[in-house]
């Protein structure tokens, strides 16, 4: 008979002893097993049903990774990225986080843009929002919501900035909905600032880097025509010289 595997679920410290004590709260591993059944059982079949179309699709996939495209988009489950624009799992290397935002400081998106450009060679790079962005909707208003609020700062900044064009709109969607795109080109410009792909461009490869935005109400993926290829598009105080140039 098979052993049974068990789960260790907390563990923790009695105060007025000072001991540390292991509170082993054991739940069977199958029971566990049992809340991911409908998820192993989805797996199954899409793996089956991909591989009924190509017997050599997992073997080409696990030999390499050549995608040529980067997505940075928004963290909302509704906004599935491969689905989107119709992409098998090997197409489009991927980076999501909450309102899909790109930041100077953010080491985790800047080290997948720079793997995606620097080792993958991807040739264009889609910051994707999505209108309805519950992310850009806190940042517009005075509530506090957590840790996030830091997140979202730069956001909000950017409702500031364009509040007297927002408030010309007549409804609370039309601003939210407008404001995802403004936030949108705001990234766009925050990857064509970074040193990563300006270093590409001095280099000579081929990047583009593109707005995008897709509308969960219709499932439509639209180019909203901010696409930068190159230094000439950028604000001259955000050109960076090549490195060793004097």
């Known amino acids: 008979m098979a052993a049974k595997?068990?789960?260790l679920i907390s563990a923790w410290r009695d105060p007025d002893e000072g001991l540390s004590v292991t509170n082993l709260?054991?739940?069977p591993e199958a029971s566990l097993m049992n809340e991911l059944?409908?998820?192993l059982d989805n797996n199954e079949r899409w793996a089956d049903a991909i591989k009924q179309e190509d017997p050599e699709f997992f073997a080409k996939l696990a030999r390499q990774q050549t995608p040529e495209y980067l997505w940075i988009g928004c963290s909302d489950a509704r906004v599935p990225a491969n689905e989107i624009v119709g992409m098998l799992p090997g197409d489009l290397f991927v980076h999501r986080n909450v309102a899909n935002v790109v930041l100077h400081?953010?080491?985790n998106c800047l080290s997948v843009i720079q793997y995606a450009v620097d080792v993958l060679k991807v040739?264009?790079?889609l910051v994707t929002g999505h209108y309805g962005c519950g992310g850009v909707r806190a940042s517009m208003q005075d509530r506090?919501?957590?840790l996030i609020d830091g997140w979202l700062r730069t956001i909000?900044?950017?409702?500031y900035e364009n509040r007297d064009v927002l408030a010309q709109l007549p409804t609370e969607e039309e601003r939210v909905d407008r404001m995802c795109e403004l936030n949108v080109i705001q990234q766009v410009a925050n990857v064509g600032h970074t040193s990563i792909v300006q270093n590409a461009w001095h280099r000579g490869q081929s990047l583009s880097i593109h707005g995008c935005i897709y509308g969960i109400k219709d499932g439509r993926w639209k180019s909203l025509n901010t696409t930068i290829s190159g230094f000439e598009?950028?604000?001259p105080q955000y050109r960076l010289r090549p490195l060793g140039e004097a």
């Open 5 to 7: 595997k068990f789960k």
């Open 25 to 27: 709260r054991i739940i």
């Open 156 to 159: 909000r900044d950017l409702y």
């Open 37 to 39: 059944q409908d998820l």
């Open 123 to 125: 040739k264009h790079i």
């Open 233 to 235: 598009q950028l604000p």
């Open 105 to 107: 400081t953010d080491l």
């Open 144 to 146: 506090q919501f957590g």
